[in-house]
T-cell receptor, first 115, second 109 residues
């Protein structure tokens, strides 16, 4: 398996533009997580899905952020409009939620820079 | 509080042991984890311990769990340059994992 796939790996955009980050979880995993990592705040959970359904979006910073999971193999995180303070590394992770260890497998991340 | 707490930095000489400490919050957490993040990469599970265990050893890694004090530690024996990374302590909570801010391990020659 290729692991969790994220695209793009790097994104540079200007303030006010729309940004869409993409994630393909590991096949067969039924939970998907979006995180944001910055030096100041560390790793923050933004939102997670179980079986394509959003379960907890309390970490989403504000209405400018939205996430979707239209099917088991694809999720997007959208920022509209983007602001410089959104600059961070965004990680997608997936896991098999079956009552076991619950290991999360992380993608390589998308480094977002908003100018 | 609700945070998993760990120190932000640790410097260790090559060949010495590294000990990274963490305090967690939820006494009902089933699993406690240590994740490793190398530069430019995502987090990767390094080891975990079930909450009814006190210790787990895996080659150079030793995890100690003190449930009474909600204290978790990771010891890396014979620290090598390849161990340079950020180490995240984490606890299971419902169907989420709550991560600390990470400890950046720096290896001195």
């Amino acid at each position: 398996d290729a692991g969790v796939i994220q695209s793009p790996r790097h994104e540079v955009t200007e303030m006010g533009q729309e940004v869409t980050l993409r994630c393909k979880p590991i096949s067969g995993h039924n939970s998907l997580f979006w995180y944001r990592q910055t030096m100041m705040r560390g790793l923050e959970l933004l939102i997670y899905f179980n079986n394509n359904v959003p379960i907890d979006d309390s970490g989403m910073p504000e209405d400018r952020f939205s996430a979707k999971m239209p099917n088991a193999s694809f999720s997007t995180l959208k920022i509209q409009p983007s602001e410089p303070r959104d600059s961070a590394v965004y990680f997608c992770a997936s896991s098999l939620n079956s009552g076991g260890v619950g290991e999360q497998f992380f993608g390589p991340g998308t480094r977002l820079t908003v100018l | 509080g609700e945070d998993v707490e760990q120190s932000l930095f640790l410097s260790v000489r090559e060949g010495d042991s590294s000990v990274i400490n963490c305090t967690y919050t939820d006494s009902s957490s089933t699993y406690l984890y240590w994740y490793k993040q190398e530069p430019g990469a995502g987090l990767q599970l390094l080891t975990y311990i079930f909450s009814n265990m006190d210790m787990k050893q895996d080659q150079r890694l030793t995890v100690l769990l003190n449930k009474k004090d909600k204290h978790l530690s990771l010891r890396i024996a014979d620290t090598q340059t390849g161990d340079s990374a950020i180490y995240f302590c984490a606890e299971s909570r419902d169907d989420k994992i709550i991560f600390g801010k990470g400890t950046r391990l720096h290896i001195l020659p």
